[in-house]
């Protein structure tokens, strides 16, 4: 039996994602767009982890471990970018 609770947790983040998108677009400066980019990034990826569980099926956990391989080298790539002002 599905827990209750996980489409609630997947509802919730989708509202947490929403706001982040606000938050991006919103955002007075670039770190303020990198974190709410950053945060919706998590939030999908727990959102995939959480589908993953509702349906039973584990292959998912591979899908979202490598999306959260490919945002973290993308979030460090930016930092590297508006440090020195150019990514290579």
């Given at each position: 039996m599905?827990?209750?609770?996980?489409?609630?947790?997947?509802?919730?983040?989708?509202?947490?994602s929403l706001a982040a998108v606000y938050r991006g677009v919103r955002g007075p400066r670039t770190e303020d767009?990198?974190?709410?980019?950053?945060?919706?990034?998590?939030?999908?990826?727990?959102?995939?982890i959480l589908l993953a569980y509702?349906?039973?099926?584990?292959m998912?956990?591979?899908v979202a471990l490598v999306y959260a391989l490919?945002?973290?080298?993308?979030?460090?790539?930016?930092?590297?970018?508006l440090r020195r002002g150019r990514l290579s």
């Open positions: 599905v827990d209750p609770m996980v489409p609630w947790c997947i509802a919730l983040m989708v509202t947490l767009r990198l974190v709410a980019v950053n945060l919706i990034c998590t939030d999908t990826v727990l959102i995939v509702l349906r039973r099926s584990f998912f956990l591979d490919c945002s973290f080298l993308a979030t460090v790539a930016v930092l590297k970018g």
